[in-house]
């Protein structure tokens, strides 16, 4: 709920506190944010970019695809990793950037009973869901190459699976001592789908990159991989699918086409790596 969250955000505009009056966040400069009935409220600054979240399309794919648990085991890993992580001498909240409907940071919030989420995404189709995954998730649009609406060093631990990262602006946001937990795709995650259906596919370089990217805020402490084998019948294929980003680029009528001559249900690997980071300096 938003209300559980409120001391931790912060006004886009002014970054001053927020309070909340009936369904609207104001600061003490006049700025307000009304609250959308679905339970969400967007902070996204001026000049922001909210048309560059998920689809309505893309959401209900990836609803229906982490319903049927076939992350189940990551979610469960990230869950464990920020549970163990968390500091129990303070209260800090746990925020997920990039967090779509929220299906990991409610993962997480279920293993810390004392703790509050904060759920960041672009896209207003995501945070409806996202601001009923967990009833101690406050969800948030945001812009998040912009500064997050969040106060200096609120959070104890911040999760970022499969999204854009925001380096500078995760530094501030956590903690001295705190967690950034890092989820990506290595080359064979899916790749019984990424040929057969045309998909993108991982740069080889990638976790270089995105150590290169947060050496400056952040200290590399462990890589972990994560690999295993899901059965997905052709609408979990295809979920797979319109859910990701390859989905900007494909035609739904081709990919129907293309999901139909795979075996059914097929076998497909699952493949991520988990990289921890430190906000020690």
């Given at each position: 709920m938003l209300d559980d969250v409120l001391r931790f955000l912060r006004c886009p505009h002014c970054a001053a506190e927020l309070t909340r009056a009936d369904g609207t966040l104001r600061c003490h400069t006049g700025h307000a944010f009304d609250i959308a009935r679905q339970g969400y409220v967007s902070l996204m600054p001026s000049g922001g970019r909210p048309d560059h979240g998920d689809s309505a399309a893309m959401v209900e794919a990836r609803a229906a695809f982490l319903a049927a648990a076939h992350f189940a085991n990551v979610a469960e890993e990230v869950a464990q990793a920020v549970s163990a992580a968390v500091p129990t001498r303070t209260d800090g909240c746990v925020i997920d950037v990039g967090a779509g409907t929220g299906y990991y940071l409610a993962a997480a919030l279920r293993r810390l009973p004392?703790?509050?989420?904060?759920?960041?995404?672009?896209?207003?189709?995501?945070?409806?869901?996202?601001?009923?995954?967990?009833?101690?998730?406050?969800?948030?649009?945001?812009?998040?190459?912009?500064?997050?609406?969040?106060?200096?060093?609120?959070?104890?631990?911040?999760?970022?699976?499969?999204?854009?990262?925001?380096?500078?602006?995760?530094?501030?946001?956590?903690?001295?001592?705190?967690?950034?937990?890092?989820?990506?795709?290595?080359?064979?995650?899916?790749?019984?789908?990424?040929?057969?259906?045309?998909?993108?596919?991982?740069?080889?370089?990638?976790?270089?990159?995105?150590?290169?990217?947060?050496?400056?805020?952040?200290?590399?402490?462990?890589?972990?991989?994560?690999?295993?084998?899901?059965?997905?019948?052709?609408?979990?294929?295809?979920?797979?699918?319109?859910?990701?980003?390859?989905?900007?680029?494909?035609?739904?009528?081709?990919?129907?086409?293309?999901?139909?001559?795979?075996?059914?249900?097929?076998?497909?690997t699952v493949s991520v790596t988990h990289s921890t980071f430190r906000a020690d300096r």
């Open positions: 004392s703790r509050v989420g904060v759920a960041l995404d672009a896209s207003k189709f995501a945070l409806r869901r996202a601001a009923k995954a967990h009833p101690r998730i406050g969800a948030v649009a945001c812009d998040i190459w912009r500064n997050l609406p969040v106060a200096d060093g609120a959070a104890d631990a911040a999760i970022n699976v499969f999204a854009p990262r925001n380096g500078a602006e995760l530094r501030r946001v956590l903690g001295p001592g705190g967690l950034l937990l890092v989820v990506t795709p290595n080359r064979d995650h899916l790749r019984e789908l990424t040929g057969r259906l045309g998909l993108l596919t991982v740069d080889r370089r990638k976790e270089e990159r995105l150590t290169e990217r947060l050496r400056p805020y952040f200290d590399l402490a462990e890589r972990v991989e994560h690999h295993s084998v899901v059965s997905l019948r052709h609408a979990d294929a295809a979920a797979a699918v319109a859910m990701g980003p390859s989905a900007w680029h494909l035609d739904t009528s081709v990919l129907s086409e293309q999901v139909m001559k795979l075996p059914d249900p097929i076998e497909v």
